[in-house]
């Protein structure tokens, strides 16, 4: 019998037991009618050829294994980075509930978010009776500072009209007519997760710059500078790092959405559904800002061309990660500000590139694939240019036609990018093909990369959101100087145990 | 033998009286025929848990239910291996779905099986406009060309596949047509019904329209030919439970749908007795194979050792004294590991309070197991549960105990922080709000990353696994020592 209670064997065990390995041979033989071992050996082997990758680049309307997710959970994830605010989103339940496991798993965090259930009938009749009677309960039970609104796709091809309807919830008293209603439509089927960040963002300073009627001082600068992280599984460490930027530099911010808080709360007893988040008094302020900034392109873009026809100035990165990238943004923020960059961050750097130039033997020239968000690609790809790898394949599913040729411009910039090739709405099964024909030395990704490190034996780190397999890798910084060490050491240590994986003569003590 | 006990109506009923009183008055007088305390029945040794189910969700209220495609795609259909399994819509239900729900299985990823890969049409805005289908013909070849080791595409159909009116089962017989093989169109869209549970009747259906009798692989029957039902092999659970039933000399011709092949689910209705697990999930296609092919079917239960033992000899009873002596013959055998198991773990558990939130059979299945540990059940209540499962809940709760259907996050989470049980059994969505709460907290969906817990090889991990989550030192680290009264 191969359990016991003294040493209790799980899943990770207890199937290589002889019992379990005879159970599953037995069943594959007599019932499970498979394609015979030869047959498998062989098509696993075919699908690592060129032949095989030209017929996977062929494919047209197949999508496999994508790295990106839908509209509203960027919209959700936007939400809760306003103080007190309820994301919530009209159309099928169902969604909402994929959207908060999705971020729990992540952040291993609580995601409060609601969903105004609509079923077949609202199918029919359209989902006003759910958002006035949704934003009412909210409203009563979860006692909100703002309501934020998304959509989901069933809502947006139905058709339904968030403005008319919030104000006609407005007018049946679901809510005070002065209570912050935000809102976005966000169709799954346009864009992914960055664009429905975008989307939720702009509806909110909207709300607040134009619906509401407040005091509004336009032109009245109020010397501050907005930034707008972006999507980011790294949020929660990378906005602390950069308050500690602008509070070094003595520049004074507002972070437009920041979920540094409500993602990582204490365990001390006491479960805070909200916590942290932008003030609403800042958001309203924010129209006086002196610039705003978006770290992420294309988590920002319409939020800033918003902005812009407001009258200020704005300006966009790629993830502020890695050296350059991160003096870029430096010197962007001191230009806007009239603050200079500080001894203290120019020391921070300066310790960044001597760790760089301890190490530069063991990263140069080393073929890296990375996967993921259009910024971050860009930002990782940039990053180990500036470390001497080159950066091989650069996938983004979400990525289009502009960003490649930036990605191009930016492999232009090295000698270590030629032979790099971006490949926008490309899927992670095209990157098996790229990554049998063409292998790298590493991969860099997301935890759904682990399948592919499986199939080609290519070590994957994990960079990017999502992370599921691994824990609290995002409570670490990645953007900055000192996220760019963090970035640096996990590379090198992939690189080391490789190499001592990889023979036992050269199995050295020192490296 | 189950422990004796009975929990406090009176303060149950003030709780829910106390989380009625936050609501809008309409939401109110809706949510208060979803909350009850199990009363005394007049059935002997049965309680009553009389609430409202299988309704609509009240807007607005974070509900932690699911819709139909989960039910479908991520329940039933998913974990059958050598499929390939489309989401079809827009990117995200895939996305989201990707392989979450641990169904095990053996095979060679994306060679002859498909479990843990997210195949989507991506829908983009011209698909809506223009509709779908064109493209599923197209994507279909494609994923043949990828996948020729698959036996067999599904259609899962997402919210918008309905509302624009595409033709996927004319899409499906086309293919077909073309390729011999079997294609399943799936009208699992997520705004039908009200939770995930329609999705598995449609899942269950469309097995009975486009799988049975479209052409079943050569067998021999034999007179101990049995299905494996409605099991989907959540950290391997499927296992122990297939090793004890052909322990006791039974053989399992197919497994439902954890580690199945198209070939078992094609094969099944030549067996000559159908064993559920989860009721809820499957119980229309065993109705069906009853009705149409005379084939019965019997519920077991292989949580904890009181509920094996039991569900064994009610197997059994349904064949020769052969089979009836294996029974009594494996349930000796496995009799020194129970007794170790509890010997170790029971003083460690004993008294132990427990509120359990989960989904098709485990709000009622799983609680003689943490009574097998001394543990006593104060709370219950399923996302997604209808009358009958809350008829069969009264054979396993005790008096007092609160009952909650499509409890709300509100009201979860209200209801914990007033009792303050030792351990909260529910989903991701729940776990970190309570743990931070300070209670104790397992996932008993996907248990934790952990398992089996069926059988007894998986008794062993689910009382170690309880143990770990009460008894964890980090507990007593909540408050800082500068603020300890």
């Not at chain 1, 799980?10 to 002889?18: A, G, I, K, R």
């Not at chain 1, 009258?311 to 990238?325: D, L, N, R």
């Not at chain 2, 013909?137 to 494609?142: P, Q, Y």
Request: charge should be negative.
């Amino acid at each position: 019998m191969p359990q016991s209670a003294e040493k209790t064997k799980d899943h990770v065990s207890l199937f290589q037991e002889p019992e379990y390995v005879g159970m599953f041979a037995a069943k594959k033989a007599a019932f499970e009618c498979r394609p015979s071992d030869e047959a498998v050996a062989a098509q696993a082997e075919y699908t690592k050829t060129w032949e095989y990758r030209e017929k996977n680049f062929a494919r047209t309307k197949a999508v496999i294994n994508p790295a990106k997710a839908c509209q509203p959970l960027g919209a959700v994830f936007a939400a809760a980075g306003f103080e007190g605010t309820m994301p919530y989103v009209h159309g099928s339940q169902g969604c909402v509930a994929y959207f908060r496991s999705h971020l729990a798993r992540h952040f291993k965090e609580a995601v409060p978010c609601v969903s105004d259930s609509m079923t077949e009938d609202a199918a029919v009749f359209g989902g006003l009776n759910n958002l006035v009677e949704g934003l009412q309960n909210t409203y009563t039970l979860y006692k909100p500072k703002m309501i934020a609104v998304s959509t989901t796709c069933m809502a947006e091809v139905i058709g339904d009209d968030l403005s008319a309807f919030i104000a006609t919830s407005k007018e049946k008293e679901s809510v005070p007519a002065d209570f912050p209603v935000s809102f976005a439509h966000t169709p799954s089927f346009v864009g992914s997760h960055t664009t429905g960040y975008d989307n939720m963002v702009k509806g909110v300073l909207s709300y607040f710059w134009d619906r509401e009627k407040g005091e509004l001082k336009p032109g009245a600068s109020n010397g501050k500078i907005n930034i707008i992280p972006g999507f980011d599984g790294y949020a929660v460490a990378n906005n602390r790092e950069l308050k500690r930027y602008m509070d070094e530099m003595g520049v004074d911010y507002t972070l437009l959405g920041d979920v540094s808080d409500v993602y990582d709360t204490p365990s001390d007893g006491t479960y805070r559904m909200y916590d942290g988040g932008t003030p609403l008094e800042a958001v309203r302020d924010a129209i006086n800002a002196r610039a705003t900034i978006g770290l992420q392109q294309y988590c920002s873009d319409k939020t800033l061309e918003y902005v812009a026809a407001k009258g200020q100035p704005t300006a966009s990165f790629h993830y502020p990660m890695g050296v350059g990238a991160t003096d870029a943004l430096l010197m962007k923020i001191s230009e806007l500000s009239g603050k200079p960059i500080p001894d203290s961050i120019e020391k921070e750097r300066g310790r960044l590139i001597d760790a760089m130039a301890d190490s530069q033997a063991w990263l140069h020239g080393k073929k890296v694939a990375v996967f993921g968000d259009p910024d971050f690609v860009y930002a990782m790809a940039a990053f180990l240019l500036e470390m001497g790898c080159e950066p091989t394949h650069c996938l983004a599913t979400n990525g289009g036609k502009d960003w490649a040729e930036q990605m191009e411009a930016l492999f232009a910039t090295s000698p270590f990018g030629a032979g790099c090739k971006a490949w926008p709405a490309k899927d992670l099964w095209h990157l098996r093909s790229l990554l049998f024909t063409e292998p790298t030395d590493l991969l860099i990704g997301s935890s759904y990369g682990k399948y592919l490190e499986k199939d080609t034996g290519i070590p994957l780190i994990r960079l990017t959101f999502p992370i599921f397999d691994r824990h609290h890798h995002h409570r670490f910084p990645t953007m900055g100087y000192q996220g760019a060490l963090r970035v640096l050491v996990e590379i090198l240590d992939r690189v080391f145990e490789s190499t001592d994986a990889a023979s036992d003569i050269s199995f050295d003590l020192t490296r | 033998m189950s422990l004796d006990y009975t929990n406090d109506t009176a303060s149950a009923e003030a709780l829910i009286r106390d989380v009625l009183d936050q609501y809008p008055e309409k939401a109110a007088k809706k949510r208060a025929r979803h909350l009850s305390v199990a009363k005394p029945a007049e059935e002997e040794g049965a309680t009553s848990c009389g609430v409202k189910s299988n309704i609509k969700s009240i807007p607005g209220v974070m509900t932690i239910r699911g819709c139909a495609y989960a039910g479908s795609k991520g329940v039933v259909w998913g974990p059958v291996k050598d499929m390939v399994h489309i989401s079809h819509g827009p990117v995200g239900c895939g996305q989201y779905s990707w392989s979450q729900r641990r169904n095990y299985f053996n095979g060679t990823v994306g060679i002859d099986s498909f479990v843990t890969m997210q195949v989507t049409s991506d829908f983009q805005e011209r698909d809506i406009v223009f509709g779908g289908d064109k493209n599923l013909d197209v994507m279909i070849d494609e994923l043949d060309e990828m996948f020729p080791l698959n036996k067999g595409i599904s259609i899962q159909s997402e919210c918008p596949i309905g509302l624009i009116g595409d033709d996927i089962e004319a899409v499906a017989k086309k293919k077909h047509k073309e390729t011999g093989k079997t294609i399943v169109p799936v009208r699992c869209e997520g705004f039908r019904g009200v939770s995930q549970s329609l999705g598995h009747h449609i899942a269950n259906d469309a097995i009975r329209d486009w799988v049975f009798e479209k052409g079943t692989p050569e067998f021999e029957t034999g007179p101990y030919d049995v299905n494996l039902i409605a099991d989907y092999n959540i950290g391997g659970d499927a296992w122990p439970s297939r090793k004890l039933l052909e322990e006791m000399g039974l053989r399992v011709i197919g497994m439902w749908s954890g580690d199945a092949t198209l070939a078992e689910m094609a094969r099944a209705p030549k067996a000559r007795l159908n064993l559920i697990h989860c009721y809820r999930s499957m119980n229309y296609i065993c109705r069906h194979m009853e009705e149409k092919y005379g084939i019965g079917w019997v519920e077991y239960n292989f949580f904890g050792p009181t509920q094996i033992a039991a569900s064994l000899r009610k197997i059994a009873a349904q064949f020769d004294e052969t089979i009836q002596a294996n029974a009594e013959k494996v349930i000796a055998r496995y009799q020194p590991l129970v007794d170790a198991v509890t010997a170790r773990y029971k003083p460690r558990l004993t008294d132990k309070t427990v509120m359990l939130y989960v989904g098709g059979l485990r709000p009622r299945h799983v609680t003689n197991a943490y009574e097998d540990l001394g543990m006593k059940i104060v709370g219950t209540g399923y996302e997604f549960g209808h009358n009958d499962d809350y008829q069969r809940t009264g054979h396993y709760v005790k008096e007092g105990t609160l009952i909650y259907d499509d409890v709300t996050g509100y009201e979860l989470e209200a209801f914990i922080e007033k009792i303050r049980p030792d351990l909260v059994g529910s989903g991701i969505k729940e776990k970190y709000a309570t743990q931070k709460m300070g209670v104790p907290f397992r996932q008993m969906h996907s248990w934790d990353y952990s398992g089996p817990y069926h059988g007894y090889d998986g008794f062993a991990i689910f009382a170690r696994d309880m143990d770990m989550a009460i008894n964890s030192p980090v507990w007593s680290k909540f408050k800082a020592p500068w603020k300890a009264a």
